[in-house]
Every structure is written in C-alpha cells, then in structure tokens.
C-alpha cells in the first residue's frame, strides 16, 4: 500500500472523522481533491501554494467555540495574505501583530480600533514611529510590551495609550528550541518583577492587559507546561488586582496566554483536544478577577492545514544509499524542514511519466518506496523530507505538501535568486490566483541600476 492510501485511511484518532461531514479538528493532506489540486498546478503552475479560506473559517469557528468567553486573536505571522485576513475578520477575530509591516496589512484588511494588538519585540524605533502614529488615529490599539526600556521610547514619543505588559513566565513549550519563547530572556519582562513593572507601567499609560506567550506547538504531551504559565498569569492577574498599598490597581481588562496551538504535521499524530485544551486553560487561570478576560493568540492553528504546497517531480535519481526524488519546491518556498527538521506530510499525486515515455501507473498502484525529497537550492539542507515512504515517485509526478498554510510562504525568501512561488485561494469551491507568481525582474526591483544593461531593453518588467 501506498503512503498516501495509508493517510487516507480512517486514522486511529475516531475524533478526526467523527465530525469530518462538519467542521473536523484536522484536514489532512489526503482530504485533499486530488483532481482539483492537480486542475490548479495545471493551471497557475509550480510551485503553487494553495490555501482554503473555508478551511480558515472553519479553524476560526472552531477556536470561538471552544474559547466562548475569549478575545481570540489571530497571530497574522502565521500568514499575512490579504485574503486570509479578510477571512479572519469576518470570523470575528482579532489581530495580533509583530511589526510595522504587520500592523500596515491588518489596518489595510480592516482590523481598526479596538481590534489591532501590536506586540513589539526589541522594536527598532521605524517601527516604534510608526505604530504610535497609527494609535493617533486608532487609539484603542494595544501595544505589549516586553521590557521596561520598550516603555520608556514610547513615553519618548509621547505615547501614553493602552499597553499590555508580556511577562516572561519562565516555563516554554514547542516543537523545536527555536520556537520556545516562555523561558528565553529575550521575551517578556521576567515574572518576579512582572507586578512591579505593571504597577510603575500604570502610572505613565493605560495598562489593560497581561501577556505571555509560551512558545508553538503546543500538543498533548506539553500541555502541562501550558498550564503551569496559565496558573501563573492568573495568579498574576490576582496579586495585581490586591495591591499591598494605597495605590489603585491597574484597571486589567485580560490576560493573554498566547497562542502555540498545535497540528498534527504527522498522519498518525491525533489533532489537538481543543475544547480538553480550552478547559484545562479556564480551570488553570481561574479565578480571575471580576472584569478580566482570557485572551488567546493562535496564529498556526488557523491557517495550517488550510494550506498545501504543490511541486513537481523533476529528475529521480536512484543512487545506491536513496532514491532522491528533485522537485520544484525548495527551501526558498517552504523553509520549515530547513530551518526547524520540520515534518510535512507529502502526497504523491501522480500524473507522471515513466523513463520510456508511457504514463506512469496511479499512485495507488505503485508501491511505497523510502525516498529524500530534495529542492533545488543548492544547500544540503534543502531536502523536504528524507527516508520518507512515497507511492515510488516518476518524473512530472504532482506531490502535495501538506499543513503547509502556517510559516510557509511567510517564510518563502528569494535565496538562490529564486522567485516566490504563486499562491491561490479558495473561496467557497473558487479559486483565485491571490499572490501571482514572482518574475525574475521581481528579483532586482528595488537593486539600483541593475537593469542597466539588460540587452533586451525589457529591465525590471522582464
Ligand atoms: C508567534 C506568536 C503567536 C502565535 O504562535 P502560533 O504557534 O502560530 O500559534 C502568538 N503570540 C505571539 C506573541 C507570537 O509571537
């Protein structure tokens, strides 16, 4: 049997199909139309990103379920898309911004006031500028701030509006190292002298909130952890709303625990228990102070398995260790095998050709065979997966690279002089092309004289 038939089997989690007519806890890379995806990279080419804004307003729906009484607000890093923004806000969501540039596409999708929340991280003060010049206009945006000095350029630049404190809680969860935030120094103003801090904050602006955010990737094995830095935000919140002298407390409006939700990249991992997740959260932070919310931030959990990355087979290349399988797709569109080992589920699609030129068979009707998927970036560290079971791949083969909506073409780069790859959306069964495919006059657009002596005349509309 196939790899892919293998996926499409009813897995041994019976919550992932119990509500598959509905609005199912994960889409799997195989719940895919295989047609439809092979109808789309006909049409736009490869690599394609492909991303279902239903399968976004489904995620959303499913947070706000769970998450009744919470501000939930989406992490727009996870995907920036305009078309997905949208999505998000009409699903009644807010947005959660990490930059400048974030901030600039969330007004533009529409999340004013009380809705846009700016986290700043070592802020250069561009985007410092800047933010405080959009609270002008918007004054009910919030701005986190993770260190006492943030606080100071703010007052530096007159801003004197609503700040949430983010408090590093010393606990961290995540998939890899380089997403576990709660207890590196870099993040949040560490929790011993979290109250202090909020107290001195409230003298100088609007502190209506807490945060902390543990890190992504939050699964069933780390939910301990999880709930250990809600435990100690509600308690934070409580020690903050009891002061120990006469000053008046700081009028907290939430307290937010982040995001990190986690999706099964792998076909047997089970999907996230999220209302388990939603209850262990209310238990953990209660009880919390009259008038003061949760807050959650998930950025991953509504857009991953809304995305796929198609990429075609190039070359196969049976070599005596592996059979490395070259595709269209490298690092440069989706970084996150690179940069984290990340696993992605891949699909062998089909639609491809056998060395003598005839059709090769379906790929249910090839045998699995352990293949190194590889890009074209020349990096060893450009591989999309190694050793991984695929119906035995043949040049012109389509493959489906699954759970690929979150940190994929936000991360895509243009390394190797390499243009970012188109992407489509999905909206109610139609496509649109929503980020056309770069060119490779897109490459020098902003390099000065570059296109000097082009010899085709054609410069930077090449
Ligand atoms: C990245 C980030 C999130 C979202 O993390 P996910 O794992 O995508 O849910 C939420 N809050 C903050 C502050 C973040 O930096």
Known sequence: ?????????????????????????????????????????????????????????????????????????????????????????????????ASAGEVDRALAAGFGGGRLHYTAVNPPAGDLDYVVDVAEAEPDLTVTVGAVDTLDRLAERGYDGRVCVRVNPGVGAGHHEKVRTGGAAKFGIPYDRAAAATRDAAERFDVVGIHAHAGSGIDPDQLDSHRELVARMGELAR?????????????????????????????????????AVAEATREAVAPLPAGVDLAIEPGRYVVADAGVLLTRVNTVKPTPDERVVGVDAGMTDLLRPAMYDAYHPIRNLGGGRESDGSDAPTPEDRSATPVTVAGPICETGDTLCTDRALADPARGDLLAVGIAGAYGYEMANQYNSRPRPAEVALDDGTAAVVRRRETLGDLTTVERDANRNRADGTGADR
């Not at 992932?16 to 295989?34: C, E, I």
């Not at 982040?258 to 792998?266: A, D, L, M, S, W």
């Open 239 to 275: 020690e903050l709303a009891d002061p120990d002298d006469d000053t008046p407390p700081p009028d907290i409006e939430y307290v937010d625990v982040g995001g990190g939700f986690g999706v099964p990249y792998e076909e047997e991992e089970p999907p996230l228990d999220l209302p």
């Open 1 to 97: 049997m196939s790899d892919c038939d293998a996926a499409a089997e009813p897995t041994a989690e019976p919550s992932d199909r119990d509500t598959a007519a509905g609005n199912p806890p994960v889409r799997r890379v195989s719940d895919w139309s295989a047609d439809r995806l092979a109808d789309l990279a006909s049409e736009h080419g490869t690599p394609l990103y492909v991303q279902d804004l239903d399968r976004v307003r489904e995620n959303c729906e499913r947070l706000r379920d769970a998450f009744p009484d919470a501000d939930v607000r989406y992490a727009v890093k996870a995907h920036t898309g305009r078309a997905v923004l949208d999505a998000v806000r009409e699903a009644g969501l807010d947005a959660e911004c």
